[in-house]
């Protein structure tokens, strides 16, 4: 059974550009977190989605980011019109639902943003 | 609003040594989840411990042990004679009971880093 998996790994991007980060979650999980890591601190929630819904977004910066978890294929996040402060390690963590999930996240290995 | 703090930025200790990191968290929930990650320097999050908020027993797992006390709402984490892959930055997290749509948001520390030296 695969892991929680993302990609890219790294992503460099100039400022002004889109960066598109994907998440497949684990099978049989239908909850998916976006997490976001800012240097040299710890990972900050963003977005709470399950299948075709977003949940809760309460930790997303109002300008600039968008996620989506389609009913078919991983979850995006986007993130228009990049800028330095955007660079980051992003993370995705799944979970199945929620009654069987005995409270545990399984965290992807995170997406590295880079914006020059 | 809940909160988890990890005071010690960096610890550093020469292989074999004993190390203890802190945790201290706020929550007003009664039902509540702690947890430790590590993040080695290859960066991804490397699960640890779970502890539900009804389990104060202290856990031992090979060289890492946890000690949980409700009273000071710590959860403080030691390793036992160290080693060099011990390195990494460590997490605590907290997570609040379940709602309804089962959403359960992680609140994470600032971390700890620990360096190993031999």
């Known amino acids: 059974n695969a892991g929680v998996m993302q990609n890219p790994r790294h992503l460099v991007r100039r400022r002004g550009q889109e960066a598109r980060l994907r998440c497949s979650p684990m099978?049989?999980?239908?909850?998916v977190y976006w997490y976001r890591q800012l240097p040299e601190e710890g990972l900050k929630f963003m977005v709470y989605?399950?299948?075709?819904?977003?949940?809760?977004e309460s930790g997303m910066p109002k300008e600039r980011f968008s996620a989506e978890f389609p009913k078919e294929g991983p979850s995006i996040l986007r993130i228009q019109q990049v800028v330095r402060g955007d660079s980051a390690a992003y993370f995705c963590?799944?979970?199945?639902?929620?009654?069987?999930?005995?409270?545990?996240?399984?965290f992807g290995p995170g997406t590295r943003l880079t914006v020059l | 609003a809940q909160k988890v703090t990890q005071a010690q930025t960096e610890i550093s200790v020469v292989e074999k040594e004993d190390v203890t990191l802190d945790c201290v968290y706020e929550?007003?929930?009664?039902?509540?989840?702690l947890f430790w990650y590590k993040q080695p320097p290859s960066g991804e999050l490397v699960f640890l411990i779970r502890?539900?908020?009804?389990?104060?027993q202290n856990e031992i797992s090979g060289r890492y042990s946890w000690n949980f006390q409700k009273s000071t709402s710590s959860f403080n984490f030691t390793i036992t004679a160290s080693q060099v892959v011990d390195s990494a930055v460590y997490f605590c997290?907290?997570?609040?009971?379940?709602?309804?749509?089962?959403?359960?948001?992680?609140?994470f520390g600032t971390g700890t880093r620990l360096l190993v030296s031999p």
């Open positions: 502890r539900n908020s009804f389990d104060e």
């Open positions: 963590a799944s979970s199945p639902p929620f009654r069987e999930s005995n409270n545990e996240q399984f």
């Open positions: 929550t007003r929930d009664t039902t509540y989840y």
């Open positions: 989605l399950q299948k075709e819904n977003i949940i809760d």
């Open positions: 099978k049989g999980h239908s909850h």
């Open positions: 997290a907290l997570s609040e009971a379940w709602m309804d749509t089962g959403f359960q948001k992680l609140v």
